[in-house]
C-alpha cells in the first residue's frame, strides 16, 4: 500500500514537470499563431550613437575678399554668400556653407599652404583661410572671390593668373568642383586700372573656361566703374541689389547647378 502510493506520488510529478516543459517551449505554429509583438533592440549592436553616420551634410567653401564676406550688405543674408545660404536651406538641399571671406584679400592670401615665400612686399599665405584649408573640410564645392583686390594692389595680370592657375591645380588634382568669380567694377581713379578690370576678367574666362561666374557688365558703368545703383557708396562695396546680382549669376551657374542638383 505504501508502495503504491509512492508511484503515484511520482507519477503526478512527471506530469508537473512535463506539462511546465510544454509550456516553456513555443513550436512553430505558436509563433506563426500569436499576437503579441517580438521586441528587437533599437541597437542590437550596442553601437556608440557618437560612431553612427547621422550627419550626411555637405559643405561647400568660400573663399575671398570683402564681397565675400558680405561687405556692402544690409545684413548677413542680403549678401550674395548669406543668399546662397538661406536658399540651400530653404529647399532642404542638405549643405552648409562656410565662408572664409576676409576683406582685403588677394589672390595671395589664398595660395596653397606649401607655396614658397611670396615675392617681395607681396601678402602672406594665410593658412587658416585659404585653398588648403578650404580642402581639409572636404567640401563638395569651392567657390573664390576676389573681385579687385589684386588690381587695386598694382600686382601683374600674369601674376594674379599664376596664383589662379596655383589655387586650380590644387582643387582639381582632389576631383573638387569650383567656381571663380570675374572681377568686379570698381570706382578706381584712373582709367587704366578700371580698363585692367575688363582685360583680366577676359583673361579669367579664357584660362578657365566653363569655371568663371562672370557679372562684370552687369555691375558697370561704360568706363567700368560701379553703376551707382549697385554700390554701397563707396565705389567699391556692393550694396544689396549688387551682392543679389553676384547671387544670381553664381546660383545660375551650370557647375552650381550640377553639385547643387538644381
Given at each position: ?64 575678399s570683402s564681397t565675400a564676406a558680405g561687405f ?18 530653404a529647399d532642404n538641399k542638405g549643405f552648409k ?59 601683374r595680370d600674369e601674376e594674379i593668373m599664376l ?100
Amino acid at each position: 500500500m505504501y508502495y503504491s502510493k509512492l508511484k503515484v506520488f511520482f507519477l503526478l510529478i512527471v506530469i508537473v514537470i512535463a506539462s511546465a516543459c510544454r509550456k516553456d517551449s513555443l513550436t512553430d505554429e505558436d509563433l506563426s499563431n500569436s499576437n503579441s509583438a517580438i521586441n528587437i533592440p533599437s541597437n542590437p549592436l550596442n553601437l556608440d550613437p557618437g560612431a553612427l553616420p547621422l550627419d550626411t551634410t555637405k559643405t561647400i567653401v568660400i573663399l575671398g575678399s570683402s564681397t565675400a564676406a558680405g561687405f556692402g550688405a544690409s545684413k548677413a543674408d542680403s549678401c550674395w554668400a548669406g543668399r546662397l545660404n538661406g536658399k540651400l536651406k530653404a529647399d532642404n538641399k542638405g549643405f552648409k556653407v562656410v565662408n572664409f571671406g576676409v576683406g582685403g584679400y588677394t589672390t595671395y592670401q589664398l595660395l596653397p599652404t606649401s607655396t614658397s615665400a611670396p615675392k617681395p612686399w607681396r601678402p602672406a599665405v594665410d593658412t587658416n583661410k585659404n585653398v588648403t584649408a578650404a580642402l581639409k573640410l572636404k567640401p563638395a564645392l569651392i567657390i573664390i572671390n576676389l573681385p579687385s583686390n589684386d588690381i587695386g594692389a598694382n600686382f601683374r595680370d600674369e601674376e594674379i593668373m599664376l596664383n589662379y592657375r596655383t589655387m586650380v591645380r590644387l582643387i582639381a588634382s582632389n576631383d573638387i568642383p569650383y567656381i571663380i568669380t570675374g572681377t568686379q567694377p570698381r570706382n578706381f581713379v584712373t582709367a587704366e586700372q578700371r580698363k585692367r578690370l575688363k582685360t583680366l576678367n577676359d583673361k579669367m574666362i579664357s584660362g578657365f573656361p566653363g569655371h568663371i561666374a562672370d557679372y562684370l557688365r552687369r555691375l558697370s558703368t561704360p568706363s567700368y566703374g560701379l553703376f551707382r545703383p549697385y554700390s554701397a557708396g563707396d565705389g567699391i562695396h556692393l550694396n544689396n541689389s549688387g551682392h543679389k546680382i553676384v547671387y544670381q549669376t553664381i546660383f545660375n551657374f551650370p557647375v552650381f547647378k550640377a553639385v547643387a542638383k538644381y
